[in-house]
C-alpha cells in the first residue's frame, strides 16, 4: 500500500478523527486500516443508522463515512438526522454503483461527498482532502434545500 | 423525442421568420450594425438547435453564413440582405424537408453565395476556418426560461459566468458527481441555468451551468474542482458573446430589445416593409416584430394536450345541462323538497367554476395574431418587386388574441388577400401619381376584438374595385344571367369576386393568381362560421373585413323549432326577434316578406310552406331578424326553444350531405340540436332570389333531417341510456 501523506485537522493540526458506519464488519476494519494510513484516527464504529446518530452524538467525529444500505436505519437518513442537528458535519457516502440515486438523495440532503465501493484508497484520500479543506464555506445548507 | 423535435421545428420557424425580419430591417438601412449583429445572433442560434436535434446540413449551412456574417464589413456589403432572404428560403426548405423526411432541397446555390460574400476570389478559406471553429464550440442548450433568466441577469449587470464541467471518466456515478457540482455551485451563487438539467437520470459526464456569482472565476474553478469527480473546470463570463443558446445579447444590446418588446403595445402601428421609415433608428418601435416569446416565463405544450382539455370542458358542459334536465324532473316530480333549492344553489356555484374552466382553457389556445401577420412585410416585398411596385405596409393590433386552430385556418386566405392588394388592388407608381395619389401604395393589416368576434381588416390605397366591371365580367364567365345580373345590389356584386372561378385581373401574374381565386377566403370563412366583408371606393381603395369567432368549440346560440326539430344559429347573428301570423307573411315576386315597422324584410323559409286557408293563417310563427354585414333577412321559425352555449361536436364529412350545417350539438336531455351555417343559409337565400325560385324553397332542410337522426342514435349508443328519450 502506498504511503500517504497525513491528513491532519485545519485548526489544530491534530490527527482526523473518523465514524465509520456500515454493518459489515469486514469493510468496517478495511475502511478504517484505510484511513489509518491517512494519518486519521477512528474512534468509533456503527452498524445501523440508529446508532451513528447517537456515536455522532457521542463523539463528535470530524468525518462519518456512512455505508448507504444497514439495517434498522438506512445511511440516507441518517446521513440526513446527523446533518439536520450538527450542519458542520462532514459525511462521505459509501456505496456500490447501483445505489446513485440513493447516493443523489444523500448528497441533497447534506452528505459532503460519495466514494465507490470497493474503495480504492487513493480515491478515498482525495476525498478525505477535500472534505477536510477549510476554504471558509464549510457550513452548506445551501444544498440541503436544493 | 418527439416533443423536443417539434419544439425544434416550431422555434426554427420563428428563427427563419427572424431571419426574413432581419434582412429586410438590413436592406432598408444598410450598414446598421444593430441589425447585421442581431441578424448573426439569428443564424447562429438556428445552426446551434439545428446541431443539437442532429440536423447537420442546416447547422452547417448555417455555420458558413455566420462565419461570413463576422466579417466587420458585411453590415455594408450590399448583398447581405439578399443573401439573408435566399438563405431563409432554404432553411425554411430544409426545414420542411427534414419535417416530412422528404428529399433535401439543394443548397449549393446558397453555399456559393455564401462563399462569394466571405472571399470574392476564393472560397476555401471558408471550410479551414470551419474546422478551427468547430474544435473550440461545444453548443450548449439552455431552456426557454433558462435563455431568459441569463439574458436578463446579463442586462441586469450581474456577474454570470459560463461554468463547464468535465467529469473523470473513471468517475463510474455521473449523476451523483453532478450532484455535488451541482451544490458546489449552489454554494456560489444563484445557478440560472444548468445542464443536465437537475434530477436528470442522463448518465452525461458533463455538466454546465450559469452562474450569477460575485466569487472571482478563479474560487468558483476551485470550488467545483471536486476530486474523483472533476476532471476539468472552465469558467468563463457569459457576456457578449458566449456559446450558449441563444447568444445572451450584450448588456446594451439587451436593453434595447426589452424596450422594443415593451414598446409594441396592442395599439401602436408597427411600420414595416419597403420603404418604410428606418423605425428603429429613430427609436420608435422597431420594424422587427418582436419575437413571440415575451418577457414571460413561457411554456410550450402540444396544442392537441389543451384540445382534449377544452374537448373535457365540453362534456363537463353537456354533464351540467344533463344534470339541469334532471333537476328539472326533480322540481316537477317533487316540488316542495328542500333539496331542490339546495341542488341549484350548488349547481349555479357549479355553472360558475365550470364558466371560469372554459374560458380559461380557452384563452390557453389564445395566439397572438402577430404570429401569422409577421410573414407579411416578406409577402409584400416580394410581390411589390414582382410587380414593380412600392408598397408601405403597416400592421396594427398584432397582439389581438385568436384561437390557434383559426389563425391557422386564416393562414392561406390571409396570404392570398395581401398578394391580391398588392398585385392587383396597388397600382403602379405612375398610375398613382396619373390619379394624384403618393407614387407609394400602402397596405393595411389590422385585428381587433370586437364583441364576442375577432375582425381582421386587409385594406389597400390602391385603385378600388369597379362593381360594373365585376359585373362584365361575372356575366362573360358565365357566373349569373343578364337578368340576375341586373337585380344584384352592389354588395352582392361585388361578393362575386369571391365566387370560385372569379378573376377581374386582366393578367394573372405568377404570384397573386396562382390559379387560385378568392373563393379560397369565402369558404374557409364558411368553415370558421364567419363572414367576409367588402367595402371599396373607386379610386380610393379596398378592404376586405374578416370576422371570425374567438374559438370554434363553443358558441352561445339562439335555439328554434322547424317541424319539431332543433336548430340554432350563432346568437350574435340574430338582430331581433319578431313574433307573427302566417296571414302577416305576404308574397311579393314569388318570395315571402314581412312588414317590419317601416321596412320590408324578405324571409326566409326553413321548413315547407304550409298550405292557405283559415287555420293556417292564424298560426303563431317566429321570424329570426339576420344582420349580416349590410343584408337583413328574415328566417321563418316553428318556435323558439331558448338560447344557451352549445358545444359544438365536430361532423364527420360522412354524415354531412349537405352545407347547410356547420355543426352540431347535444343537449342535457339528449336532443340533437343542428347549427347552421349562416353563410349556406344567404347564399341560398340570395342564389333563390335570383333564381326567382322562392316558393319553391320549400323543405329547405328535408336534407337536413337524417343528419340529426344519425347522429342522436349513435349518440344514443354511445351515452348509453344517459341521454334520456329523445
Known sequence: MEKFAPVKRSEDGQPVRYLIVDDSVFARKNLARMVETFGGQVIGEAGDGVSAISEYDRLMPDIVLMDITMPQMEGIEAAEKIVRDHPSARIVMVSSVGYQENIVAALQRGARHFVQKPVKPEVLYEVIKYVMRDDGTTTRGAGAGA | MTELRQLFFESAGELVQKLNDEAMQLEKSPGDAE??????????????????????????????????????????????????????????????????????????????????????????????????????????????????????????????????????????????????????????????????????????????????????????????????????????????????????????????????????????????????????????PAAAPAVPSGPDNVLRVDAERIDSVLNLVGELILAKSMLQQTLLEFGQRFPKDVLRGKFSDVMAFQGRVLNDLQHSVMKIRMVPVDQLFRRFPRIVRDVGLQCGKEVELMVRGGQTDLDKSILDAIAEPLTHMVRNAVGHGIETAEERVRAGKRPQGTLRLGAYHQGNQVVIEVSDDGRGIDPEKVRQRALSQGLLKAEQAARLTETETLDLILQPGFSTAEEITELSGRGVGLDVVQSVMGRLKGTVQIETARGRGTTFRLRLPLTLAIIRALMFRVEQRLYALPLNAVAEIARTFEEDIHQVEHYDVLQLRNDVLPLLRLGSKPPRGPETARRKVFVLVINSGDRKFGVIVDGLEGEGELVIKALDDQSITTDLVSGASILGDGRVVLILNMIALMDRFTRGRADASGPRMAGLLSSVVPVASSIESSEMRARGTAGGQA
Open chain 2, 35 to 284: 441589425t447585421a449583429r442581431s441578424l448573426r445572433r439569428t443564424v447562429h442560434t438556428l445552426k446551434g438547435d439545428s446541431a443539437a436535434c442532429g440536423f447537420r446540413e442546416l447547422s452547417e449551412l448555417c455555420h458558413e453564413f455566420e462565419d461570413v456574417l463576422t466579417l466587420e464589413n458585411t453590415a455594408a456589403a450590399a448583398s447581405v440582405p439578399e443573401i439573408a432572404l435566399r438563405a431563409a428560403d432554404v432553411f425554411a426548405a430544409l426545414l420542411e424537408a427534414y419535417r416530412k423526411g422528404t428529399k433535401l432541397p439543394s443548397i449549393q446555390s446558397l453555399r456559393a453565395d455564401i462563399a462569394r460574400l466571405a472571399h470574392p476570389a476564393s472560397s476555401g478559406a471558408v471550410n479551414a476556418k470551419k474546422k478551427k471553429k468547430k474544435a473550440a464550440e461545444k453548443t450548449s442548450r439552455w431552456s426557454e426560461y433558462e435563455q431568459l433568466a441569463i439574458t436578463q441577469a446579463v442586462a441586469k449587470g450581474k456577474h454570470v459566468h459560463h461554468v463547464v464541467v468535465q467529469i473523470d471518466p473513471q468517475c463510474a456515478m455521473p449523476i451523483a458527481g453532478r450532484q455535488m457540482i451541482q451544490l458546489a455551485l449552489a454554494g456560489l451563487g444563484e445557478v440560472l441555468a444548468l445542464y443536465p438539467a437537475e434530477g436528470s437520470l442522463d448518465p452525461m459526464k458533463r455538466v454546465e451551468a450559469a452562474l450569477v456569482s460575485e466569487k472571482p472565476a478563479e474560487q468558483i474553478r476551485a470550488k467545483c474542482s471536486i476530486p474523483t469527480i472533476a476532471l476539468n473546470v472552465r469558467v468563463t463570463p457569459l457576456r457578449a458573446e458566449a456559446p450558449s443558446h441563444p447568444l445572451p445579447p450584450p448588456a446594451s444590446a439587451a436593453d434595447s430589445e426589452v424596450k422594443d418588446e415593451a414598446a409594441s403595445p396592442v395599439a401602436a402601428e408597427v411600420t414595416a416593409g419597403i420603404s418604410a421609415n428606418d423605425a428603429a433608428s429613430t427609436g420608435e
